[in-house]
């Protein structure tokens, strides 16, 4: 498996997202039935991955509004497809 450079340079950080996301995940599965502790998991994981990503171009010195834009889009798409398509 190849290892981009950038992940290579700076593990901690994408070591630190993956326990970020492999923590909601647990959190989501083990949440039971309860529609209301899936959302606000679905919404804490989504603004752990904004304030990460921001966090991440911030250090590397582009941060910009675009990439602000950007990032809260994904951010929520990620939160309307999964309130919508799971609960």
Known sequence: MIIPKEVRQKPLEY?????????????????GFDPHGRRLIVYGLAACYFFWSLLHHYKRGDLHLSIVVEYLVIALFGIVLLTFSLF
């Open 15 to 31: 070591i630190l997202l993956g326990i970020v996301f492999l923590t909601g995940l647990m959190l989501y599965l083990f949440a």
